[in-house]
């Protein structure tokens, strides 16, 4: 049965009347747009005009499919449109992530916003200023080598000058961009912005509460709503009783199958009424035993091997010579744990719909939403507001997709904000991940031969499917889309016999999606303390035995630039064998590298801890870090991504695990899934290694691929206990203290 | 029923309408009057991202239902506190350490901190650390947040 409600009854029913919320600044330029998009704004990456316009009054903007997920390419990207137009910043405006004014630059994530993103806007500045120095040329009637430009204003050596608004202000550029044909661009060591740590352009608005979030947008005549969700994951709806709300006012039930909410002018009434609406659901229980959470993973259909790697002939070389060992490694289920919960206003008119949204794809989620609508995808437009952060795929597309559902049933715009145990219970969490490791060591101490397994659920990065599309029973692709989490599976050591293979399994409790670094960071736990684990049995400094493994000349600076760092002192671990029964304070230290997908930004780390032999609680006491990403656009926000990855990756190591029972999550809130606060926190040095000649790479993940396994390490440093699984809590610390 | 209720915000009496008089403090500064600093983040005094002044103290305007509040009590949100052109010398410290990532959670760090400064002109690191203990930060911005709030003392 759909709950029919009356647009009349919704507006009446209000005691207190939304307030016309006055829309400062992007939100009025945003609602402004949607009301009337610039006519033929190209959009195709192969056009300069996608990317850039310069106004009369030589005010540049910039048009970013990438979006600024409180990372700050919002003022890093920028820095390079900057650098390559000379324009001054204060000349730049930065729109992102909107379908109907932005390009489609792939979604937001895998620390590719600088890499990808800011490539493809370094492209277009230049073609746009090759292009400007002609017409400039032409104008002044001089040679254009005798051409200079200060803050957007061309230069004659006559004296003569000409502004960039000028010459093109407010007109296209008409200009191609060809990824296999780039223009030159200007050289590293003219850079005046780039390089810079320049402040970044919200920081003032955000400390001041005049930054519009996501959760602060307000459309005129929108309606607030809350979802309902199931208490078990897969129950069915069976009977809601309206007269449980009878006593709030205006507020009204909306229903399509399985998906229930609640609609109101007043926010804080369709909050109580979410709360107190009495609804019957089916009983549901699909989620394993969590107690045999491992046993389940292990017995999972395997759908297919991903061989990551095959050197050599490991089936030959193991066991042939020396000692082998083995261990098994696994990292829980996470949350990404976004402080602000998920938020999405959307609005139907004319057959089309808007969103207003903090998806990090919104390009993506245009086509999501137009297949659950069946609609063509030319008639959604998604617009971005920057959320609370979401280090990955969060809630943010479904709290989006909530919102457009039901402006749909009732057909006005809605505003759907979801509470603490919606994020908490029905966001996609990074999936739990089992890693078998087993390595020769020869008499010689040589590692011969390495072998490792990873369970991991089938899928790809792409799309999660939407929690609306399946509540409500709506058309939808049933995918897994746990990210790409097979990389970093392989490792970047010289061993001469390598086996790396992914076990794809058909399913994973919970709907999987990335978390920052996602793969990468379970993966390389794994495989940095497993070869730890060989150093120690080969009696050899951990630090060293990785340069005997490495010949990757940057990889190599990096770790000798970190044991110089640090002040390393050449030993093995452990340092201290304790026992169980010994009670004190036990210090370590452990070091973990990587080479981020083996491909690109290289990070190497010293963690120091603190154990308590007989508590097993384990402080984190400081980390070095040694970073290697290319060119560095900005460093005081390369540094602010290396300390956020670090005291995340902390966190998640050290405290976080979704818990559950046969039907549903039961980490429902911060009680429950505590993570790391303010008295836990590690200090954090860093040293980065610029390299202006180089391409520029990522940094907001590839630090958090490294902290689980020198936490580790160190752990064994200090005490000759080895922590395999992840979350290091203290009982398991101490299990393993009398292992 | 709809009810009337005063209130004391960042130096303004506001009379509001609320069919709720236990109405948590942090709807009616959102929605009622349309501040931003006080943010919504669990509604259950677990995060601190909804934090304000109430007489000085920072406390949780999520669970602070309107009914406990009189139109006496000085209610001050970051908004009050001071605006990009003036800001007070905590969101001074907190531009000037970049001690922001998404921001989402620094309306609570600036508030909590802003009150315990007020108290505790001189801290150590430490007494920051604890200060804050019960604010929760999710990027990771734990560094600079406490070099601001120990850059704030110095400053004032």
Known sequence: ?739 | MAISKALNVNGKRETLTVDDPDMPLLYALRDNLALRGPRFGCGMAQCGSCTVQVDGEAVRSCVVPLSSLTAEQKIVTLEGLGTPEMPHPVQRAFIEEQAAQCGYCINGMIMESAAFLSKNTRPTEAEVKEALKDNLCRCGTHTRIVKAVLRAASNG
């Open chain 1, 1 to 739: 049965m759909n709950i029919q409600m009356s647009r009349r009854r919704l507006l009446k029913g209000s005691g207190a009347l939304v307030v016309g919320f006055t829309l400062a600044g992007r939100a009025r330029e945003a609602l402004a747009q949607g009301a009337s998009l610039p006519a033929a704004k190209p959009l195709a990456v192969t056009e300069v005009d996608a990317f850039l316009s310069i106004d009369i009054d030589g005010i540049a903007t910039v048009y970013s499919g990438k979006v600024d997920l409180g990372t700050g390419v919002a003022t890093a990207l920028p820095q390079i449109v900057a650098e390559e137009l000379d324009l001054p910043m204060a000349a730049i405006r930065f729109i992102q992530g909107d379908t109907g004014l932005t390009p489609d630059q792939g979604i937001s994530s895998g620390s590719l916003a600088i890499q990808n993103g800011g490539i493809q806007l370094r492209q277009a500045a230049a073609t746009a200023r090759n292009a400007l120095l002609d017409e400039a040329a032409r104008r002044l009637q001089v040679a254009r080598e005798e051409l200079s430009v200060v803050d957007g204003v061309v230069k004659a050596m006559s004296g003569q000058s000409v502004s960039y608004g000028a010459l093109i202000g407010g007109k296209n550029f008409n200009l191609k961009l060809d990824p296999k044909k780039p223009v030159a661009t200007k050289a590293p060591k003219d850079f005046k912005v780039v390089g810079k740590s320049v402040a970044r352009i919200d920081i003032p608005g955000k400390v001041t509460g005049q930054f519009t979030y996501m959760q602060d947008v307000r459309v005129p005549g929108m309606v607030h709503a809350r979802v309902v969700r199931p208490p078990a994951l897969g129950a069915r709806l069976e009977s809601v009783d309206e007269r449980s709300i009878a006593g709030i006012p205006g507020v009204t039930v909306v229903r399509q199958k399985d998906f229930l909410a609640v609609v109101s002018p007043s926010e804080w009434n369709a909050v109580r009424a979410s709360q107190q609406l009495a609804a019957k659901w089916s009983k549901s229980e699909t989620l394993p035993d969590k107690a045999k959470l491992w046993d389940h993973v292990r017995s999972t259909k395997v759908v297919k091997d991903d061989v990551t790697s095959n050197i050599g002939d490991v089936a030959a070389a193991m066991g042939k010579d020396g000692r082998t060992l083995s261990a098994t490694y696994d990292f829980a289920i996470n949350l990404h744990g976004s402080i602000g919960p998920s938020c999405g206003i959307a609005e139907f008119k004319d057959g089309k719909l808007t969103c207003w949204s903090a998806s990090q794809a919104t390009h993506n989620l245009r086509k999501q939403l137009a297949e659950m609508f069946s609609m063509p995808a030319e008639d959604v437009r998604c617009i971005y507001f920057e959320g609370a952060g979401c280090y990955g795929r969060n809630g943010h597309e479904d709290a989006t997709a909530d919102a457009a559902l039901i402006a749909k049933l009732i057909g006005m715009p809605v505003r759907v904000q979801w509470s603490r145990a919606d994020e908490h219970g029905w966001e996609p969490m990074g999936p739990p991940t089992l890693i078998d490791l087993k390595a020769t060591l020869s008499d010689k101490g040589e590692v011969t031969a390495w072998d490792s397994r990873f369970f991991v659920p089938q899928g790809m990065p792409g799309n999660c499917p939407l929690v609306a599309q399946e509540l409500a029973g709506l058309p939808a692709p049933p995918v897994l889309s746990p990210g790409n989490v097979i990389r970093n599976s392989d490792i970047p050591y010289g061993i001469p016999n390598i086996r790396t293979i992914c076990h794809r399994l058909e399913t994973t409790p919970f709907r999987p999606s990335w978390i920052r670094a996602p793969g990468r960071m379970q993966n390389t736990f794994a495989n940095e303390c497993f070869l730890d684990e060989l150093a120690a049995a080969a009696n050899v400094d951990p630090l060293a035995f990785r340069l005997k493994y490495l010949d990757d000349k940057r990889g190599i600076e990096l770790l000798e630039r970190l044991r110089a760092f640090v002040k390393w002192e050449a030993r093995a671990s452990p340092l201290t064998k304790a026992s169980g029964t010994s009670a004190g304070v036990l210090k370590g230290r452990g070091v973990s590298y990587t080479k981020y997908e083996k491909t690109r930004t290289y990070v190497g780390v010293v963690a120091e801890v603190e154990v308590n032999t007989a508590s097993g609680a384990v402080r984190t006491t400081r980390f070095h870090v040694v970073h290697d990403c290319g060119q560095i656009i900005n460093p005081d926000g390369v540094i602010s991504q290396i300390e956020g990855n670090i005291h995340q990756t902390v966190s998640r190591t050290m405290k976080e695990e979704v818990h559950f029972d046969r039907a549903m999550s039961t980490s429902l809130d911060w009680a429950s899934y505590p993570i790391m606060t303010f008295p836990e926190m590690a200090d954090i040095r860093v040293e980065l290694i610029d390299r202006p000649d180089q391409a520029p790479w990522g940094a907001g993940e590839p630090t958090a691929a490294v902290v689980p396994s020198a936490i580790s390490n160190a752990i064994f440093d200090a005490t000759g206990a080895r922590l395999r699984s992840a979350p290091f809590l203290p009982e398991k610390v101490k299990a393993a203290l009398t292992a």
